[in-house]
């Protein structure tokens, strides 16, 4: 299934409009529609905005395997490590971000991000400071500040990803 296929999916299952679905993300109705149609794809920004407005963990988004995400021509890939258990206060995920991968701005959401870097070099922006991480390098913050974080380098970024709820 698609990103776009699931958007549609968990969006009719919340019983959202594409405008009600804008509303709460900030997030233009004809993007969203683009989106659902795989005509576009979507920012890790955008993405986090739909996952909190849907409530659901953005790794939702992803097919469970690795082999199956790097086939894919996305940009970046989450990948659940929580198990399937519901109901935790925050979620931990594996992130990988293919090279030069860097759209998007600065945003905020409610709580706590704790990232872990595995392997490359991950480039993180908090309320415009910029800080580079390496391999074995971590860093916590509240995600209430504006924030980012991109992949400026020709190989591909790894890193754990915990955000509390």
């Given at each position: ?20 679905l ?34 659901v ?39 990988t ?69």
């Amino acid at each position: 299934m698609t990103i776009g296929e699931q958007l549609r999916k968990l969006r009719k299952e919340h019983n959202m409009t594409l405008k009600t679905l804008s509303d709460k993300t900030n997030v233009s109705i004809s993007f969203l529609s683009q989106v659902e149609r795989n005509k576009c794809n979507v920012t890790l920004e955008s993405l986090r905005k739909i996952s909190d407005a849907l409530n659901v963990n953005p790794s939702i988004f992803f097919p469970n395997s690795l082999q199956a995400s790097s086939q894919s021509k996305f940009p970046f890939f989450y990948e659940d490590l929580s198990k399937n258990i519901k109901g935790a206060s925050f979620h931990p995920i594996l992130v990988t971000l293919k090279p030069k991968e860097n759209q998007g701005n600065e945003f905020s959401h409610l709580g706590y991000e704790f990232i872990y870097v595995l392997t490359g070099i991950l480039t993180v922006s908090i309320e415009g400071t910029v800080y580079e991480l390496q391999e074995n390098d971590s860093m916590m913050f509240e995600s209430s500040k504006n924030h980012y974080w991109w992949n400026n380098t020709l190989t591909d970024v790894r890193f754990i990803l915990v955000s509390t709820l």
